[in-house]
């Protein structure tokens, strides 16, 4: 089993920062797709940002150029770094961790935290 542990989020003004912290715990294999998810009222979740371990990062249109993921290989854990903020921002945003066991893939997701953009 894998816990995700998700730290950050609250509410910023438009324009400003945020910063969301995400440490995986328990069964993690060495390479693996750690990303962020977010899901705003009435839409679908959608994909923010991901990286793979020593691989590429993906992030959605919306974000690039204002947010920046990163990640700790050693510590299991991701960072979110999002700049300039836009009412539109606004969602619960997951951390998520997908993995082979070497016979299927798996994902797992945290409980989500609450991201408010608004003046």
């Known amino acids: 089993q894998v816990q995700l542990s998700e730290s950050g989020g609250g509410w910023v003004q438009p324009g400003g920062s945020l910063r969301l912290s995400c440490t995986a715990s328990g069964m993690i294999f060495i390479r693996n797709t750690m990303g962020w998810f977010r899901q705003a009222p009435g839409k679908e979740r959608e994909l923010v940002a991901k990286?793979?371990?020593?691989?590429?990062?993906v992030y959605a249109r919306a974000v690039e150029g204002r947010f920046n993921i990163s990640r700790d290989n050693d510590k299991n854990t991701i960072n979110l770094q999002m700049n300039t903020l836009e009412p539109e921002d606004t969602a619960v945003y997951y951390c998520?961790?997908?993995?082979?066991?070497?016979?299927?893939?798996?994902?797992?997701w945290g409980q989500g935290t609450q991201v408010t953009v608004s003046s």
């Open positions: 990286t793979t371990t020593n691989g590429p990062t």
């Open positions: 998520s961790l997908r993995q082979n066991t070497g016979e299927r893939w798996l994902s797992y």
